[in-house]
T-cell receptor, first 115, second 114 residues
Framework: DQQVKQNSPSLSVQEGRISILNCDYT??????FLWYKKYPAEGPTFLIS?????DKNEDGRFTVFLNKSAKHLSLHIVPSQPGDSAVYFC??????????????FGDGTTLTVKP | NAGVTQTPKFQVLKTGQSMTLQCAQD?????MYWYRQDPGMGLRLIYY???????DKGEVPNGYNVSRLNKREFSLRLESAAPSQTSVYFC?????????????FGEGSRLTVL
């Protein structure tokens, strides 16, 4: 029973266009969500997060949208750059920021941005 | 700052052998974690330590033990390695409840059990 699902294993977009990565969750207790980015042979790095009291959070080119009723969140990258090519993990916490380190992770989506 | 440092980066073991993965962080974080990542899958929590002197099981603790040696160091031990433990292991730390609560990860340790 996978509680956090990233149904698209891969996504390819052209440089300058928008990348949209999706994540669905089943546990209604999740109240805090994070996105991590991972390059090959490196550890994941934090990208952006959102609390369940919000429906949008923006940081530069990255925006995360949360639809609680649909148990769905998405990460938008605009404009996409070749350096954004990486694996993106969605993660969810049922105890807010306090225990965000114990998040449940999705399987990841590999984003390829073509020049 | 080095952040989170893991050793070794690569290790090959035979079934039944034991080994310890070492992890140290220099960010003065209270919480530390061990995750594993199998091919095509997300990260799964093995054990975590919310603060110095405490450890707790995560999602997949069987076959592992941990020690929070001090605030900086958190080790993961495989007592009798099995092929199912072939994976990439990530140590992470966080300043729980502060800011975004994000995890800071090490570069990973790739373990192969034959």
């Amino acid at each position: 029973d996978q509680q956090v699902k990233q149904n698209s294993p891969s996504l390819s977009v052209q440089e300058g266009r928008i990348s949209i990565l999706n994540c669905d969750y089943t546990n209604s207790m999740f109240d805090y969500f994070l996105w991590y980015k991972k390059y090959p042979a490196e550890g994941p790095t934090f990208l952006i997060s959102i609390s369940s009291i919000k429906d949008k959070n923006e940081d530069g080119r990255f925006t995360v949208f949360l639809n609680k009723s649909a148990k769905h969140l998405s990460l938008h990258i605009v404009p996409s750059q070749p350096g954004d090519s990486a694996v993106y993990f969605c993660a969810a916490s049922a105890t807010g920021v306090t225990n965000a380190g114990k998040s449940t992770f999705g399987d990841g989506t590999t984003l390829t941005v073509k020049p | 700052n080095a952040g989170v440092t893991q050793t070794p980066k690569f290790q090959v073991l035979k079934t039944g052998q034991s080994m310890t993965l070492q992890c140290a962080q220099d960010m003065n974080h209270n919480s530390m974690y061990w995750y594993r990542q199998d091919p095509g899958m997300g990260l799964r929590l093995i054990y975590y330590s919310a603060s110095e002197g405490t450890t707790d099981k995560g999602e997949v603790p069987n076959g592992y033990n941990v020690s929070r040696l001090n605030k900086r160091e958190f080790s993961l031990r495989l007592e009798s390695a099995a092929p199912s433990q072939t994976s990439v292991y990530f140590c992470a730390s966080s300043d729980s409840g502060v800011g975004t609560g994000e995890l800071f990860f090490g570069e990973g340790s790739r373990l192969t059990v034959l």
